[in-house]
């Protein structure tokens, strides 16, 4: 069964494994905060390879110890939820792009399910 939950927001991340806030990883401090704003999930994706913020090609290599990969956060929830966030967003990253962009969201669910 599926149903349309109508336009939503699409909230996307995009920042380093070795961003930190206060010595933390700044995607879990990220997702800590998703949650205390109450937005309904997010997801955090690490990419073998792209292009930072300067320019600089990252890519996954076998034989490195330690590596700077990308990664990307994405959110969807009501437009509010999603702004409010984004103030707390501030406060905790200092570099890094976001997106914000409409999604037509379609909820699929088990029969039974309310």
Request: glycine share 8%; net charge negative.
């Amino acid at each position: 069964m599926k149903r349309l939950l109508g336009t939503k927001k699409l909230l996307k991340i995009y920042i380093d494994t070795d961003d930190k806030y206060d010595g933390t990883p700044l995607w879990e401090v990220i997702l800590k905060e998703a949650k205390a704003s109450g937005l309904s999930g997010a997801t955090v994706y690490k990419s073998i390879s792209g292009m930072g913020i300067h320019s600089e090609f990252k890519s996954y290599k076998v034989i490195a110890l330690s590596q700077s990969l990308p990664l990307i956060i994405e959110m969807i929830d009501a437009e509010e939820k999603i702004h409010a966030f984004m103030e707390r967003l501030d406060a905790v990253m200092e570099e890094g792009l976001v997106t914000l962009s409409d999604v037509e969201v379609i909820q699929y669910k088990h029969k039974g399910q309310n």
